[in-house]
Every structure is written in structure tokens, then in C-alpha cells.
């Protein structure tokens, strides 16, 4: 059993910042991509930003706004969000490829809502 359980989500007001943590858990064998993904009101869900190696990418709606990192803590991810519009509202997801005993699969986290005000 794996579990990503993401920490962080809140009410900001247009301008202002918010970190999202997502922590994995479980029969954990290693994990390769980590990743952030949104989802707002009637639109399909979207990536973000994605780390793997230290390799990042983000959409090009969030770049220079966000910043992905792997954290200290194993098998941990954050997302700093600067500078956040009322667009970015949405319920953001984390989602990681892992590794364990019986094989690799991609695991998603349950969601946390971000909403700015303008």
C-alpha cells in the first residue's frame, strides 16, 4: 500500500504565496517523478511542475511564479507558490511514479484546494 497525502492548501489573497508538501508513504522501493497537477472548475486537470533527478519542469502559466523541490525528508515534495493570481484556483494533486516490491505505478494524493481572491 502506498498513500501521498498533500499538506498546505488555504485561501490567499492575489499576490501572496502558499506551500504545498506532499509526503508518500508505504511499501516504498524508491520513487523516480514527483509531481504537481491542478484541476479548477469545468477543466481538465493540468500538470504544474515535475521533478525527477532534480530535473524540473512547469507549465508555462507558473514559471518564475512556482518552484517544485524534493524535500529534506524522504519521499517528500513541495511546491512554493509566489505571486498567486485568482487563476491558479483550483485543487491541486500530487502524484508520484513509485517504485515497490511487485512493480511501478503512478500513485495520486487525494487533493488539497487552493483559492486566491482578486
Known amino acids: 500500500q502506498v498513500h501521498l497525502l498533500e499538506f498546505g492548501g488555504g485561501l490567499v489573497q492575489a499576490g501572496g504565496s502558499l506551500r504545498l508538501s506532499c509526503a508518500a508513504s508505504?511499501?516504498?522501493?524508491?520513487?523516480?517523478?514527483m509531481g504537481w497537477y491542478r484541476q479548477a472548475p469545468g477543466k481538465q486537470r493540468e500538470l504544474v511542475a515535475t521533478i525527477s533527478s532534480g530535473t524540473t519542469t512547469y507549465a508555462d502559466s507558473v514559471k518564475g511564479r512556482f518552484m517544485i523541490s524534493r524535500g529534506n525528508v524522504k519521499n517528500t515534495v513541495s511546491l512554493q507558490m509566489n505571486s498567486l493570481k485568482p487563476e491558479d484556483t483550483a485543487v491541486y494533486y500530487c502524484?508520484?511514479?513509485?517504485?515497490?516490491?511487485?512493480?511501478?505505478?503512478?500513485?495520486w494524493g487525494q487533493g488539497t484546494q487552493v483559492t486566491v481572491s482578486s
Open positions: 502524484k508520484a511514479d513509485i517504485k515497490v516490491v511487485t512493480g511501478r505505478d503512478n500513485y
Open positions: 508505504g511499501s516504498i522501493v524508491s520513487i523516480n517523478v
